[in-house]
């Protein structure tokens, strides 16, 4: 069964740390470039993080540049995402999705997972 599982999401404060995980099954997730999106409540879509098969090229989302870092285990067909200094405007549910190329429209990756909630209190 081809599937993305994220988890790691969970309720803390601001100017803490948290990781999130993505674990594919069904598919070999090194071949494909990892996207994390976000969706905030009332908000639209956003793509927080690419990283490409080669691990050579990321992307960064301007309001978390400095503060996420996107990683990949292939090995462990796991994708990461590292996320520091959180803030309240960080607060969403947070996706992970596997596709061809680095870009921030979530349909046109190839796979997606159901997500994890991330709270950020002050």
């Known amino acids: 069964q081809v599937q993305l599982v994220e988890s790691g999401g969970c309720s803390v404060q601001s100017g803490g740390s948290l990781g999130l995980s993505c674990a594919a099954s069904g598919f070999t997730l090194g071949d494909y470039t990892i996207g994390w999106f976000r969706q905030a409540p009332g908000k639209e879509l956003e793509c927080v993080s690419c990283?490409?098969?080669?691990?050579?090229?990321?992307y960064y989302f301007d309001s978390v540049k400095g503060r996420f870092t996107i990683s990949r285990d292939n090995a462990k067909n796991t994708a990461f995402l590292q996320m520091h200094s959180l803030k309240p405007e960080d607060t969403a549910d947070y996706y992970c999705a596997a596709g061809r190329t680095c870009n921030e429209y979530i349909n046109t990756y190839s796979y997606r997972g159901r997500g994890t909630r991330v709270t950020v209190s002050s």
């Open positions: 990283l490409t098969t080669s691990g050579l090229n990321r």
